[in-house]
């Protein structure tokens, strides 16, 4: 497994070994021994999630103030511009977001650490997501940070407004989100 560091810190690219013949391919998508020896993590994970969007859905920025998750954000159809925005306000790189491009042609995965905010915009016709999380969805516990806050300056790859659920339309900017100390 190869793995790029982000601009922020414990936000990791992920790029499996991928085998390929004639046939076809193959690829571990979790292995928890490797995954620990390539980026010194030892996650364990409780859940599974596998969303299917259009063109243009934007899902996020959402977070667990209390039961926390990191994820594991891979695309199984399609491709997303996935994005992570730390919310540790200890933290130098506090409010901070980093965005890449996940596809799945390419395999790579999104490793998002605990107190992080996450979420994805749809850049193909639809896609297919998996992610793999370390607590459980806690509804009670979930925020949802608003996706266009000038203070995050993130850079969404679309043209207008995204296609949003009613919790993501209501998202709160970084200056008024509980964060983490």
């Not at 259009?54 to 103030?65: D, E, M, T």
């Not at 998750?69 to 306000?89: F, M, N, S, T």
């Not at 850049?123 to 516990?141: C, F, I, R």
Request: hydrophobic content about 40%; glycine content about 8%.
């Amino acid at each position: 497994m190869k793995v790029e560091r982000t601009a922020l810190p414990g936000v990791l690219v992920l790029e499996p070994r991928v085998f390929g013949d004639a046939r076809g391919w193959f690829l571990e998508s979790w292995n928890r021994r490797v995954f620990r020896e390539a980026t010194g993590v030892e996650a364990q994970f409780v859940q599974d999630n596998h969303s299917r969007s259009a063109r243009g859905v934007l899902r996020g920025l959402h977070y667990q103030v209390r039961q926390p998750q990191g994820k594991l954000v891979r695309v199984v159809a399609g491709e997303i511009y996935d994005v992570a925005v730390d919310l540790r306000r200890g933290s130098p790189s506090f409010g901070r977001p980093v965005g890449v491009t996940l596809d799945a042609e390419s395999h790579r995965m999104l490793w998002v650490p605990e107190r992080f905010a996450h979420g994805f915009l749809v850049t193909s016709e639809y896609a297919e997501v998996q992610y793999k999380a370390t607590d459980y969805y806690a509804p009670m516990h979930e925020r949802t940070l608003a996706w266009n806050d000038p203070a995050l300056g993130i850079t969404w790859p679309i043209q207008g407004e995204p296609l949003l659920a009613d919790k993501d339309r209501c998202g709160v900017p970084l200056g008024a989100a509980e964060v983490f100390d």
